[in-house]
């Protein structure tokens, strides 16, 4: 099977080419990627605990799912793609805010990302692969917000970056 490619950007999020994803992570090349956060209606945020098994990040917990976008596949086709993949459910989605930000690993690749937020409710209960998720929860978003504060290795750079730079955003009751 062929790897899955990225796209990767310019800093306005222009297609400048394709890439292995893996080669895109290795050589720290800026490339598309999303973050769903899927809420319920008591604004509780669904997190997503990563396989051991994901090649960076395993076992911390993170947004509801995500990845990157497919040639051709717009954030919200891929959102939805994603969420159904992991958490096996689909809901509408709601583009919010983008950022770039970057995040070396241990493992000697980096993750160079332009990062769609993208936001949607659900009050069902996941059916998750486990190939990709080890666990998951509801979490009231103030109660995330203080954890990330109290214990950051837990959670994985993206989501840390998102709760201290667009908090605002992604609260859907402020």
């Known amino acids: 099977m062929e790897e899955e490619k990225v796209i990767l950007v310019n800093e306005q999020d ?39 098994t994901k090649y960076h990040s395993p076992g911390l917990w993170t947004n509801t799912c995500c990845s990157h976008q497919r040639e051709g596949e717009t954030n919200i086709e891929a959102g939805k793609r994603r969420l159904q993949e992991e958490m096996g459910f689909v809901v509408d989605l709601k583009e919010t805010i983008a950022f ?30 486990t190939e990709e998720v080890a666990d998951w929860k509801w979490m009231p978003l103030e109660d995330v917000k203080v954890d990330i504060s109290l214990h950051p290795e837990h959670y994985t750079a993206w989501f840390k970056v998102i709760f201290e730079k667009f908090y605002e955003h992604i609260n859907i009751n402020s």
Not at 20 to 47: G, I, Q, Y
């Open 14 to 52: 222009e297609q400048i080419g394709l890439m292995p994803k893996m080669e895109a992570h290795e050589k720290a090349l800026l490339h598309r990627a999303f973050s769903v956060f899927v809420f319920n209606n008591d604004n509780e945020l669904m997190l997503q605990q990563r396989a051991l």
């Open 100 to 129: 770039i930000y970057k995040a070396p690993f241990d493992n000697g690749l980096t993750e160079y990302e332009y990062d769609h937020v993208l936001l949607g409710t659900y009050n069902g209960k996941p059916n998750i692969n």
